[in-house]
């Protein structure tokens, strides 16, 4: 079965500190992603990924970067973190078509 | 662009008794795929169901819905919830054409079973 791990599972940061999350995928997914969940708004893309070496902007990408160093690894980089960015964050791995996404446990951060 | 309407944020159904979630989209693409999401307390979201085929029925873990191209909706049901079936359920769509195909997903819908 697809494998989607992230890291860290929890996170508290403080406003205007830089915050990584860690995301690793097993299935060998050409596509890669990152979502905010955020009540009332569902889940919202924020950068994607066609492979290692790329990296696009999704529908929300303000105040975030996103690095693919690798086809395993995804991370999204939180330089001056604000307390706005408080949410839950998922990874999501997919196919080169999309048709599934297999999503990653989620971190939680809160930006204090 | 593409957009998800999930009108009910939150649906209370008794065990037993059927249920319906609405879910309606704005596209202007004409080949589009359709899912639904479930995420139960505390995981990942994970794929219930999909379609991409119009007025064809499609099953999953006892759960139904049809693509209605003429009405924009992808409605799910169940005709006898369970206790297990409290979750959070998202539509989202996903256009089949273009350089890059990424999901839309709606706000979401609770759905709380009561004993």
């Known amino acids: 079965e697809a494998a989607v791990t992230q890291s860290p599972r929890n996170k508290v940061a403080v406003t205007g500190g830089k915050v990584t999350l860690s995301c690793n995928q097993t299935?060998?997914?050409?596509?890669m992603y990152w979502y905010r969940q955020d009540t009332g708004h569902g889940l919202r893309l924020i950068h994607y990924?066609?492979?290692?070496?790329?990296?696009e902007k999704g529908d929300i990408p303000d105040g975030y970067k996103a690095s693919r160093p690798s086809q395993e690894n995804f991370s999204l980089i939180l330089e001056l973190a604000t307390p706005s960015q408080t949410s839950v964050y998922f990874c999501?791995?997919?196919?080169?078509?999309?048709?599934?996404?297999?999503f990653g446990p989620g971190t939680r951060l809160t930006v204090l | 662009g593409d957009s998800v309407t999930q009108t009910e944020g939150l649906v209370t159904v008794t065990e037993g008794l059927p249920v319906m979630l609405n879910c309606t989209y704005q596209?202007?693409?004409?080949?589009?795929?359709f899912f639904w999401y479930v995420q139960y307390l505390n995981e990942a979201p994970k794929l219930l169901l999909r379609?991409?085929?119009?007025?064809k029925r499609t099953e999953h873990q006892g759960f139904h819905a049809t693509l209605h191209k003429s009405s924009s909706s992808f409605h799910l049901q169940k005709s006898s919830v369970q206790l297990s079936d409290s979750a959070l359920y998202y539509c989202?769509?996903?256009?089949?054409?273009?350089?890059?195909?990424?999901?839309?997903f709606g706000a979401g819908t609770r759905l709380a079973v009561c004993p």
């Open positions: 999501a791995s997919g196919h080169l078509q999309g048709y599934e996404q297999y």
């Open positions: 299935n060998n997914h050409n596509n």
């Open positions: 990924s066609y492979g290692a070496g790329s990296t």
């Open positions: 596209t202007a693409y004409s080949d589009v795929a």
């Open positions: 379609s991409s085929t119009d007025n």
């Open positions: 989202a769509l996903l256009p089949l054409s273009g350089s890059f195909n990424k999901l839309t």
